[in-house]
């Protein structure tokens, strides 16, 4: 077990090494229609399942909250959390449309739905992207292996930031690393006299 502890660890710091060659223009796109969303006024609402769930409550937690930086409150919304919307929706009507029937009440134009699949094939989070672009809102995607269905829903004003990689573990421990850094880059660009050292 010892020697597989330590493939994982290899594994994991290989991904990230090639997801440094890969995805810093993605990301930093990312970070500018991130900007400009809140510059507006405007939200970020974060979704996905399982470890990615818990990744969109991670992001929502640091722009609610904060980051590293002392800075005031951003607004963002994961909708993995409120269990008695979650448990209706998908008792009344599908799990598929647990996240898109939330856009539809909380979105607004202008708005960011931060996507996150390691296969970009998850029905509920298509839908949800779907609903997005109902809502004239524009789509950051963070996924894996070749991108799936999502990679076919992206538009001109969207961004897929896709991690090379085929483990869905692997992707996980990247996508993780993405969401900071577009955390540092949000909180560097609105607010760079609070930079620390
Ligand atoms: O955390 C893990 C695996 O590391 C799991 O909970 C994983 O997120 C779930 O199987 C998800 O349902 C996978 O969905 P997706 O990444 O393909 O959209
Ligand atoms: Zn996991």
Known sequence: MLERIKDSF???????????????????????????????GNKILACGNGGSAGDAQHFSAELLNRYEIERPPLPAIALSCDTSTITAIANDYSYDEIYSKQIMALGQPGDILLAISTSGNSGNVIKAMEAALGRDMTIVALTGKDGGAM???????????????????????????VIHCLCDNIDRTLFPQDEQA
Do not use: Y
Request: proline share 3%; hydrophobic share 45%.
């Open 151 to 177: 990679a076919g829903f992206m538009s001109e004003g969207d961004v897929e930031v896709r991690v090379p990689s085929n483990v869905t573990a692997r992707i996980q421990e990247v996508h993780l690393l």
């Open 10 to 40: 290899t594994e994991s710091i290989q991904t990230k090494i090639d997801a440094a060659e890969a995805l810093p223009e993605s990301i930093e796109k990312a970070a500018e229609m991130m900007v400009q969303c809140l510059l507006g």
